[in-house]
């Protein structure tokens, strides 16, 4: 089960930033938006996953070096990474509906 739910979050990210690359290509498309949200969520589900099992596994193809981090520092690594994809997810929204539509409802300017 969790080989698949690995699958599952790499497949996410691999989707998310394809989408967000092939809507850079494309100014007046949704897909920026759409790959910007799913590699948002994707980081928020890894995070979670790290505060689930208690473990975060961090590997370094260039040197094969493999870091394991267990309890405490794993639940704080997905802590961290639940924080960046919040961020980046509500950056993808921002960006969805436009940075001054988004100031103008949410303060209490007097917008047009």
């Known amino acids: 089960m969790r080989r698949y739910w690995t699958i599952l979050l790499v497949a996410l990210l691999i989707c998310g930033g394809l989408l967000f690359a092939l809507g850079l290509q494309q100014p007046e498309s ?23 099992t208690r473990e975060a596994i961090f590997q370094h193809e260039e040197s094969y070096i493999t870091e394991t981090y267990a309890g405490f520092s794993a639940v704080v690594w997905g802590v961290c990474f639940v924080l960046v994809g919040l961020g980046i997810v509500s950056s993808a929204i921002i960006y969805g509906i436009g940075k001054d539509e988004a100031v103008c409802r949410g303060g209490s300017l007097q917008c047009c």
Not at 32 to 48: D, E, K, Q
């Open 30 to 52: 949704p897909l920026t938006t759409i790959g910007l949200g799913l590699l948002g969520v994707g980081i928020i589900l890894l995070g979670l996953d790290s505060i689930i």
